[in-house]
């Protein structure tokens, strides 16, 4: 069966301290693969989405980049934090682009 | 005016209650409809996924889609303590393109 992993569960960061949140799939080949945020009594933001290596489609210009360096891998990076980055951050996988998404257990980020 | 419009609620029912929460939207490209629930401090996980309009039924879950209306609703029946969670719609015209709503939060007491 199909899993994703995601990891850590919770992060404090300071201020302009880099960032890099991992996110992986086991039981599947070629997923398409997310990357969200949630604020607090908001709805889920996409970051970025990837159909396959390399190929990484940004939604929003900000302070965050992606990368996929394995079919199955798929990394949120930041260089500098800001406060405004703090947010619940979850990573997705599908195998069609038309939803029904599996999501993560999520990533709990402050920045201080 | 938002892509997709949820009420945050939060809503609160008596045990047994039927429950109904709703979205509406405003692109009418939207085909693929969908429901996830969200406990807290977990990720969402997919209730009900509906393609046009129509109904859908999966036990004590009933999704229903109106497009001429752009309007969605997931209907609880015989609700329980264990149904309290956030509920989220979220929808997509079929290119990596779903949108979310705000979620609803729902509390259910015994």
């Known amino acids: 069966s199909q899993t994703i992993h995601q990891w850590p569960a919770t992060l404090v960061q300071p201020v302009g301290s880099p960032l890099s949140l991992e996110c992986t799939v086991e039981g599947t080949s070629n997923p398409n693969l997310y990357w969200y945020r949630q604020a607090a009594g908001r709805g889920l933001q996409l970051l970025f989405y990837?159909?396959?290596?390399?190929?990484i489609s940004s939604e929003v210009p900000q302070n965050l980049s992606a990368s996929r360096p394995q079919d199955r891998q798929f990394i949120l990076s930041s260089k500098k934090l800001l406060l405004s980055d703090s947010g619940f951050y979850l990573c997705?996988?599908?195998?069609?682009?038309?939803?029904?998404?599996?999501f993560g257990s999520g990533t709990r980020l402050t920045v201080v | 005016q938002k892509e997709v419009e949820q009420d945050p609620g939060p809503l609160s029912v008596p045990e047994g209650a039927i429950v109904s929460l709703n979205c509406t939207y405003s692109?009418?490209?939207?085909?693929?409809f969908m429901w996830y629930r969200q406990y807290s401090r977990k990720g969402p996980e997919l209730l009900m996924y509906t393609y046009s309009s129509g109904n859908k039924e999966d036990g004590r879950f009933t999704a229903q889609v109106d497009k001429s209306s752009k309007y969605i609703s997931l209907f609880i029946r015989d609700s329980q303590p264990s149904d309290s969670a956030t509920y989220l719609c979220?929808?997509?015209?079929?290119?990596?393109?779903?949108?979310f709503g705000a979620g609803t939060r729902l509390t259910v007491k015994p």
């Open positions: 692109n009418s490209a939207f085909q693929y």
């Open positions: 997705a996988w599908s195998v069609l682009v038309r939803g029904g998404y599996t």
């Open positions: 979220a929808m997509s015209a079929g290119n990596n393109d779903m949108r």
């Open positions: 990837s159909v396959g290596i390399g190929q």
